[in-house]
C-alpha cells in the first residue's frame, strides 16, 4: 500500500511540474494606454511570480514608459533585461521602476528575468 501511495504522488509531482513548465498558460495582454492626447503612453506591469501583464501592445512613434512594481522577493525577478533593445535594469522590491521604451520601430520584443526563467513581450505597431 506504501508503494502504491508513493507512486501516485510521484505521478501526480511529475504532472504537476510538466502543466508548470510545458503547459499553455492563459497570457494577460495589455494595450497601454496614451495620455496628453496621445503624445506618450503607460503601461505598469506587477512584477510577482512573472509579469503580469505579459504581453503589452504599444503604438508605433509614441514614447512610451513601463512601470515595473516588483512584489516578488526572488533574485531571479530583480533584473529585467530586454536583449534587442539594450535595456538590462534592476527592479528594486516594492518600487516603481521606471523604464522608457523605443517604440519607433514595429515589431515584437521579447523581454526576461535576469535568470531568463520568466517570460514576456513587448509588441509594437
Known sequence: MLKV????IAVILIVAIGWWFFGH???KIMTARLNNNGQDQKVRIE???GYSPSTI???????AELDFYRKDPSSCLERVVFPEQGINEQLPQNQLRQIDFD???AGEYE???GMNMFHGKVIVK
Open 5 to 8: 501511495m508513493i507512486l501516485l
Open 47 to 49: 512584477v510577482n511570480g
Open 57 to 63: 501592445v504599444l503604438k508605433k512613434g509614441v514614447p
Open 111 to 113: 523581454f526576461a528575468c
Open 25 to 27: 498558460h492563459q497570457e
Open 103 to 105: 517604440t519607433s520601430q
